[in-house]
């Protein structure tokens, strides 16, 4: 944009007759159409007027209507900007605390430096711009023209720091090259919408970072009788927010036509950076399982991470006093990792299995009701497959034994045979090598019970509760990144920071110790993995 204010400017100096204006400037729409009705008469009287246009959308229909609006006989469109290749694109689901997430983003890791955050809900916006205090500017629908010119005026001149935007100004207007950081608290209208505003951050070639949130809420079609482009763009805006598998960067420039970029992973992006292999898997029966057991909890009024957990196996407190342990359907996706288990409840989601009538920022507390198409899944022709991140120790077992369900505790007497305790060494404790879920139980029981002498601790759930050493025994990880992964996804917090803390601590003072566990546990025929 910098050159093109250039080009202008180097008109204006030549006497050169130049009308400016941005396409896509909705709050500046009518100023627009005026200055397209200015330079159609002057285009007429003179015939000789070299006209440029700046627009932040380059879709074709977009662009031809401009060219029909000014008449005019041959065009060619330029692209001013690339994604820059230093830019990390990130997506995250949204949850009630989406404010304090986004301050502490911007705290943690840009404080004091410049960036953008767009942000459609007013509420929202107002908790944003009150906890980044002076150093912020909000320009909402209901600011005025002095408050936006000013707001503008002093993110340019850097006297403000963040600029948070509901309504979308000219992309033009709020261009700034040093911008580190972009935000969206909602998806943009579609993946073309936010190729452009991606565009914004990183201009100067430095690291910067775009972060978009959404809820599955905002990617179901709630309309049936949207033409069919609408669903494709709602299709690829769904499909770029719920990819775990594939470079973002690659799949963002998919989706603007860019062929050049297909295979240019950009090893940034938070696709790239977890460094999972995803596979296809044939998830039909856990689908058809998962239904049922919506369909079974409808009058218990039951949430969405209730049902997860039911699925999964865990048999919590709350499990336990609902007597839901007993059902047919508990367990019924224990041989699946959590977050594929997750996974799975959204796509039903979006294909109107269940429903919701709450908030939806507040997902997991969802209360879960069986949506139109619940009897889908029991059609002979239903058929769901989805790309996971692969688990080859599960994948490879099928599902653990029933000796020793997934997140079964010890609260219950029958089940103290597995209980067995003694201090022995860490390579002592898994020597045998032996693919037993049940016997690295006790191995991890036993090195538990040494940590606690060492170090002198009150209780064994100082160390690790049954929870988390039975997802462990089971789910056998090698590396510290699925160990605090399962850490974190067992701990009792509900806060992310909190549990992010918990699993890291807990890593540093024993996570090496049980890891060995797993390792030396692992079968020969796995250990080359």
């Given at each position: ?76 469109a330029y692209n001013q900007f690339p994604v820059p290749e230093s830019l990390r694109l990130c997506v995250s689901r949204r949850t009630i605390t989406i404010a304090r997430d986004i301050v502490k983003f911007i705290h943690s890791a840009h404080h004091g ?22 150093s912020a500017r909000y320009v909402h629908t209901d600011s005025n023209r002095e408050d936006t010119e000013k707001a503008l005026l002093e993110w340019h001149s850097g006297k403000i720091k963040v600029l948070i935007l509901t309504n979308e100004l000219g992309l033009s207007t709020i261009y700034k090259a040093e911008t580190r950081f ?348």
């Amino acid at each position: 944009m910098a050159r093109i204010n250039t080009m202008i400017a180097e008109c204006y100096e030549s006497k050169l007759d130049v009308q400016n204006a941005d396409a896509n400037c909705l709050g500046q729409m009518m100023a627009f159409v005026t200055a397209q009705a200015d330079t159609r008469k002057k285009q007429l009287q003179l015939n000789k007027i070299p006209i440029m246009v700046v627009t932040s959308d380059r879709r074709p229909p977009v662009l031809d209507k401009i060219a029909n609006n000014f008449r005019l006989g041959g065009w060619t469109a330029y692209n001013q900007f690339p994604v820059p290749e230093s830019l990390r694109l990130c997506v995250s689901r949204r949850t009630i605390t989406i404010a304090r997430d986004i301050v502490k983003f911007i705290h943690s890791a840009h404080h004091g430096e410049h960036g953008l955050v767009f942000c459609q809900r007013r509420k929202i916006g107002d908790m944003i711009l009150t906890q980044l205090g002076n150093s912020a500017r909000y320009v909402h629908t209901d600011s005025n023209r002095e408050d936006t010119e000013k707001a503008l005026l002093e993110w340019h001149s850097g006297k403000i720091k963040v600029l948070i935007l509901t309504n979308e100004l000219g992309l033009s207007t709020i261009y700034k090259a040093e911008t580190r950081f972009l935000i969206h608290g909602e998806p943009p209208e579609d993946l073309e919408t936010y190729y452009h505003h991606a565009c914004l951050a990183g201009g100067d070639g430095k690291p910067a970072d775009a972060i978009l949130y959404y809820s599955c809420s905002d990617l179901k079609d709630h309309s049936s009788g949207r033409i069919a482009t609408a669903r494709h763009r709602q299709h690829v805006l769904q499909s770029y927010c719920r990819n775990k598998s594939h470079c973002r960067r690659v799949g963002l420039l998919q989706a603007v036509g860019k062929l050049e970029a297909y295979t240019k992973k950009c090893n940034l992006c938070d696709a790239c950076d977890q460094g999972y292999k995803f596979v296809e898997r044939d998830l039909t029966k856990e689908a058809r399982k998962a239904a049922e057991l919506i369909r079974e909890l409808d009058s218990k009024d039951k949430t969405l991470r209730y049902c997860q957990e039911v699925f999964a196996g865990k048999c919590t407190a709350q499990v336990r006093k609902n007597g839901v342990h007993e059902s047919v359907h508990f367990g019924a996706g224990s041989h699946l990792p959590f977050d594929c288990i997750e996974q799975l409840f959204e796509e039903l989601y979006l294909m109107d299995i269940w429903k919701h009538f709450q908030d939806v920022d507040d997902w997991d507390n969802l209360i879960v009701k069986p949506g139109s198409a619940v009897l889908r899944t029991q059609d002979k022709s239903f058929r769901l497959t989805m790309k996971v991140r692969d688990n080859p120790q599960l994948s490879r077992r099928g599902t653990p034994p029933s000796t020793l369900p997934l997140y079964r505790d010890d609260s219950d007497s029958a089940e103290s045979s597995f209980t067995e305790e003694g201090a022995l060494l860490d390579k002592e404790a898994a020597g045998d090598g032996k693919d037993c879920p049940m016997e690295v139980f006790s191995a991890m029981k036993a090195l538990r019970l040494q940590l606690q002498i060492e170090l002198g601790l009150a209780g064994p759930e100082e160390v690790l509760d049954d929870q988390t050493l039975q997802y462990l025994s089971v789910a056998r990880p090698l590396d510290f990144r699925e160990f605090k992964r399962i850490v974190k996804e067992c701990s009792s917090l509900s806060m992310p920071e909190k549990q992010d803390k918990y699993a890291e601590e807990k890593w540093n003072r024993f996570g090496q110790r049980f890891l060995n566990v797993c390792i030396v546990a692992r079968p020969p025929s796995h250990a080359s993995e």
